[in-house]
């Protein structure tokens, strides 16, 4: 916050300095006290010092992260930059949920991975990157479909889902799964240049039924396999559901992306919103409620 409020030009360099450093003690004080009161080891407020002096987190927010638990799945284009920022930022537990092995072609964009993965379970590598990047996080890992079989028994525990899966079939899943467990999720979609995303909090906001009732038919698909995707548009992806499972984890509902689907084209590099209503119909979060499953993979 304070790096954005310009210098006054005066007389010399130190005298300028001076002037703001008895606030940014101040704050960053204020927040440190903070995070030492919330036990915080010395190495982790340093780790996450730059978070922790954000004044909407400080050390609350960070030891709130600890306690968190969020399943990742698909470790592929959109789950590798979810995940990244998701370790280093603290989350307490990551659980990472794919079936497949790395392949050269997945390496323009899935970013946990490299080229002496290939071969490799993608659920194995990612452990690998996220925790030499961050050792407090816990990795578990998946190296499964997530499917009607056990995607109950996967997700109970977690307090919030990132999907990063590739397939209608699986985001549908998640939504029913997450909506009949209450988890919050973030989904989202990319193909191409463009990408969408929305978050869930189950009880609150629309789902991703609320939006489309059920998958398109298959002739209807295009996926990242057939039509190509640039590797950056998942990342951008990707690192808005981090963003947005760390805002839901550490206590702001107010400005996630619920009750609407951003959507982003970064062909003419531009975003926007469509309104999604809570559809009282809607076959997984409306009065008559009924859960429809089925399978999965990473993007
Ligand atoms: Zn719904």
Redesign the pocket.
């Known amino acids: 916050m304070l790096v954005l409020i310009p210098l006054p030009r005066t007389t010399g360099g130190k005298d300028e300095v001076r002037s703001i450093e008895p606030l940014l003690i101040f704050e960053k004080r204020f927040f440190f006290a903070e995070a030492m009161s919330s036990r915080l080891t010395n190495d982790q407020i340093e780790r996450y010092s730059r978070q922790i002096m954000v004044p909407d987190l400080g050390g609350k927010a960070q030891i709130r992260l600890r306690h968190s638990h969020v399943l990742v799945i698909g470790a592929g284009g959109l789950g590798c930059p979810a995940a990244l920022y998701l370790a280093a930022a603290g989350i307490g537990t990551l659980g990472i949920v794919d079936p497949d092995k790395v392949e050269l072609s997945n390496l323009q964009r899935q970013i946990l991975h490299a080229t002496e993965d290939i071969g490799r379970q993608k659920a194995a590598s990612a452990q690998a990157k996220l925790n030499r990047l961050n050792p407090d996080v816990e990795v578990k890992i998946h190296s499964t479909r997530f499917d009607d079989a056990n995607a109950v028994e996967l997700a109970t525990g977690y307090d919030f889902i990132v999907d990063g899966s590739d397939n209608f079939d699986t985001k549908f899943l998640v939504n029913d799964v997450a909506i009949r467990l209450g988890i919050a999720f973030s989904h989202a979609g990319i193909v191409r240049l463009q990408g969408q995303t929305m978050t869930v909090i189950p009880g609150k906001s629309?789902?991703y039924?609320?939006l489309f009732q059920a998958p398109p038919p298959p002739e209807e698909i295009l996926n990242c396999q057939q039509s190509g995707i640039l590797g950056a548009v998942a990342g951008t992806l990707g690192t808005i559901q981090a963003t947005e499972a760390i805002k839901y984890l550490a206590g702001f509902e107010e400005g996630l992306i619920t009750d609407r689907l951003l959507v982003y084209d970064a062909k003419v590099m531009k975003f926007h919103s469509m309104e999604v209503k809570?559809?009282p119909k809607?076959a997984?979060?409306?009065a008559a409620k009924q859960n429809k499953v089925t399978s999965s993979t990473s993007a």
């Open positions: 629309a789902c039924r609320c809570k559809d809607c997984a979060c409306g």
